[in-house]
């Protein structure tokens, strides 16, 4: 295991090496010639600090004698251009790629931008089909413009970090030019995700009148976002150093799909022989050493395919394990309901509505905290267009004979199924019951406890797809989980009578806040891998009403990321200092595996207070191979 914090360091002249440089040095590391290369090294050195004293000296004299030149003109959009090396190594740093370049903005079809180079600053190529906006930097650099970049600004330092093929620094000569790059780039974004130019008419358009803090961030009623005051800022700088302390890491058997966390005294791995019995304990989960096996209840059957879903009910005492129907596929047509105790699937159930097979692409429990109730019989579903509850009772009144051919039938007891557009995704429950649904066109929609028909609120997306969902136990706040970023959503509005709601209960009106965006700086994102996707993210779990979620984590490739959640709310908070759009926060602790991570949760709230007294309850990290504890250190990240 391995924690870090982001690395960025502010960019000097005097500190960076040139392009050439690093790639001299690198032939002559191949070559094996080190000594060679120390010793020129030194030199150059003490070259460089020489011919540097006698240049101040010179410049000195020049400036107080007051002569007249013309400086040489700067080319249209000039830049400086550095790249980052080393990764996080104790050698990375960054050089120096071009001294003095300029960027254009190219509208093209080409795939990959490979025509950049034949067209001039805000040029549209003019040829046929789908074209996008990409970017072109020198000779090193041509991206396409969208959220993959992981651009992050720097106002103070004129200075805009980016990822295409290695992480890349932009140093701007004035501040006009710095802000009108950032703005030029906006608008580009959001023309290549929504296909329409950056006007107010079609921002107002894509996201609607009532939230116009997604589009004119500047202009939104933030008020609701200062509910909770965050920490003062020096308090947080003595903070920020603090570790995370490993307390178990144990063999997982391989073969881990899913970690299913109980609030009571067990927890569960699924992999692909069978559900692997944890004991819960102050400082994490500890192997019982017992595996319940998905033939138990029947000789001679397996699992098709291995579960991707486990939903523990009833107490904890029984789980439903859900399959993909066809490999790379998440519907399925039923659910297996496995008694924990016994060790055997009772009842393999199927979806049916009006004598129809039907499928689902995801189930959750009725509420935050239902799993914990033994008499629990129903629980939410979800498919494309689809939204339902279902009951486990048997309308029939007899207990299934699992050996029989037919398979029970799952009431529906309420629900909607919508006529086509809405493209769920993914889904998840308050602690009363209300729901928040993300989609694939980046939407998220919240029902209230007592209809499925119709939203209460609609959020619009910002134009990437919403693969996971979470909500905290009170509603207040909602966290949509995309490919390159997370979404914290601020639900509380007040009504005409002066009473604050959630967007749960009532229509929001116009006073909508903006919401905030929980990033990786380029930096890490590059270090994160290509192909590696943000999965998973949940708030730390509180089954107690007036209780408040502390942290979120969210996971991508081989890192945990936890950002704290006080912190993400404080408008005051360093991160936001001069930001131009979306208040983006990229504060957060890394903790690193040898593997993949296949899923990051914090435990139940009881479990806070562990040994070394955090107030948070420890983190449980599943990879294929291992299943690890850690526990934060200290009162804060």
């Known amino acids: 295991m391995g924690t870090s914090q982001s690395r960025e360091d502010r960019i000097t002249d005097s500190d960076t090496e040139s392009d050439s440089d690093y790639y ?68 990375a740093k960054w050089i120096t790629a071009e001294k003095l370049t300029s960027y254009k903005f190219v509208k093209t079809s080409s795939s990959e931008g490979e025509d950049v180079d034949d067209y001039d600053d805000c040029e549209e190529s003019g040829e046929k089909g789908e074209s996008f906006w990409f970017l072109g930097v020198g000779s090193k650099v041509k991206a396409r413009v969208s959220s993959d970049m992981q651009s992050k600004m720097f106002a103070d330092q004129r200075r805009v970090d980016f990822v295409s093929n290695g992480v890349w620094a932009l140093k701007f000569l004035t501040d006009e030019e710095y802000r009108r790059f950032v703005t030029r780039f906006q608008d580009y974004l959001f023309e290549n995700v929504f296909m329409v130019k950056a006007s107010e008419e079609s921002k107002m358009k894509v996201y609607g009148k009532d939230f116009i803090g997604w589009a ?76 319940v096996r998905f033939d138990g209840g029947r000789a001679g ?49 199927k979806f049916e509505k009006d004598g129809t097979e039907i499928t689902m692409r995801d189930i959750t429990n009725d509420t935050k905290g239902s799993q914990l109730d033994p008499s629990e019989s129903t629980f939410l579903g ?76 609609a959020f619009p997306g910002l134009g990437s797809p919403v693969t996971h969902v979470d909500v905290s136990y009170d509603g207040k706040w909602i966290l949509g989980t995309t490919d390159t970023y997370l979404v914290l959503i601020c639900t509380l509005f007040t009504d005409k009578d002066g009473r604050t709601k959630t967007g749960f209960s009532g229509r929001m009106g116009n006073k909508i806040p903006a919401p905030r965006l929980l990033k990786l700086t380029p930096l890490d994102s590059h270090l994160a891998g290509k192909d590696n996707k943000f999965h998973g993210a949940h708030f730390s779990w509180v089954t107690e009403s007036g209780k408040q979620e502390r942290h979120i984590v969210a996971t991508v490739g081989k ?49 806070s207070f562990s040994g070394n007294k955090s107030p948070e309850a420890p983190l449980v990290v599943a990879t294929p191979q291992k ?8 009162r804060r990240l």
């Open 301 to 349: 059957s397996s699992s098709q395919t291995t579960p991707n879903k486990a939903l523990l009910m009833r107490a904890e005492t029984n789980m439903m394990l859900m399959s993909p129907a066809k490999q790379g596929k998440s519907n399925t047509s039923g659910v297996k309901q496995l008694d924990i105790e016994s060790g055997k699937i009772v009842t393999e159930w």
């Open 627 to 634: 299943v690890s504890s850690i526990s934060l250190s200290g």
């Open 216 to 291: 004119n961030p500047e202009a939104a009623d933030d008020s609701m976002w200062e509910d909770a005051e965050g920490p003062p800022e020096e308090e947080e700088e003595v903070e920020k150093d603090r570790d995370l302390t490993e307390e178990f890491e144990e063999v997982a058997n391989g073969g881990v799909q899913s970690l299913a966390l109980g609030a009571l005294e067990n927890s569960f791995l699924v992999n692909d022989s069978g559900v692997q019995v944890y004991r819960n304990m102050d400082r994490g989960i500890h192997g019982k050493g017992v595996c």
């Open 24 to 91: 001299e040095e690198e032939d002559e590391d191949q070559h094996g010639d080190a000594s060679r290369k120390q010793g020129s090294s030194s030199a150059s050195g003490s070259k460089l600090s020489s011919d540097s004293s006698s240049t101040l000296e010179i410049e000195k004299k020049l400036s107080a004698l007051k002569l007249k030149y013309p400086s040489p003109s700067a080319p249209p959009n000039a830049v400086k251009l550095y790249r980052h090396i080393g990764g996080n190594t104790p050698k």
């Open 382 to 457: 979800l498919d494309d267009n689809r939204l339902c509850q279902w009951d486990m009772r048997d309308k029939r009144g007899i207990v299934q004979n699992i050996g029989s051919s037919s398979s029970p039938v799952l009431e529906w007891t309420q629900g909607h199924q919508f006529s086509r557009g809405t493209n769920f995704q993914c889904f998840a429950s308050t602690g009363d019951g209300s729901i928040v649904v993300g989609s694939r066109d980046g939407k998220i929609r919240l029902y209230s406890k007592t209809s499925m028909r119709m939203a209460k609120t």
């Open 559 to 607: 890192f945990s990321v936890i950002w704290d959640l006080e912190r993400v709310k404080n408008s005051a908070h360093e991160c936001y200092r001069n930001q131009q759009g979306l208040k983006s926060c990229y504060c957060y602790k890394i903790l690193l595996k040898d593997e993949s991570i296949v899923e990051s949760r914090f435990m139940h709230d009881r479990f």
